[in-house]
């Protein structure tokens, strides 16, 4: 039996849960945009696009909307995100969308490593 693993993407994907005034929030903007400024593919994930922070993120980076209104509920988009793109890493902040990233990159089953 021959399996083929599927083809994973280089760009690097972040996910926080919204643009909310935290520390960490703004520090995975900072990231994200500085990389896109450096030529690297960037996508953050989010679970909504509330939040003061909205307007730092730079037109370079991809911006993913789950539509979920906190961390748990959106697994399942998340799984589908992870299995449509197949990032190589996922980073993530804050511990709900913690424990999400990592569930749903065990669920998805396409090798994307949690960060």
């Known amino acids: 039996m021959c399996v083929i693993e599927p083809k994973q993407t280089n760009a690097v994907h972040f996910y926080i849960p919204n643009f909310s005034g935290g520390c960490a929030e703004r520090?995975?903007?900072?990231?994200?945009n500085h990389l896109a400024s450096r030529g690297t593919s960037?996508?953050?994930?989010v679970n909504n696009e509330n939040g003061p922070l909205r307007s730092l993120l730079d037109d370079a980076v991809t911006l993913k909307v789950l539509n979920a209104p906190k961390a748990l509920l959106a697994i399942p988009k998340l799984i589908t995100h992870l299995?449509?793109?197949?990032?190589?890493?996922?980073?993530?902040?804050?511990?709900?969308?913690?424990?999400a990233a990592l569930l749903a990159a065990r669920l998805a089953g396409v090798g994307t490593k949690v960060i």
Do not use: G, H, Q, W
Not at 27 to 32: E, G, K, L, M, S
């Open 42 to 45: 960037v996508m953050l994930i």
């Open 27 to 32: 520090a995975f903007i900072r990231v994200a």
């Open 83 to 99: 299995r449509e793109t197949k990032p190589v890493s996922l980073i993530s902040a804050l511990t709900r969308t913690n424990v």
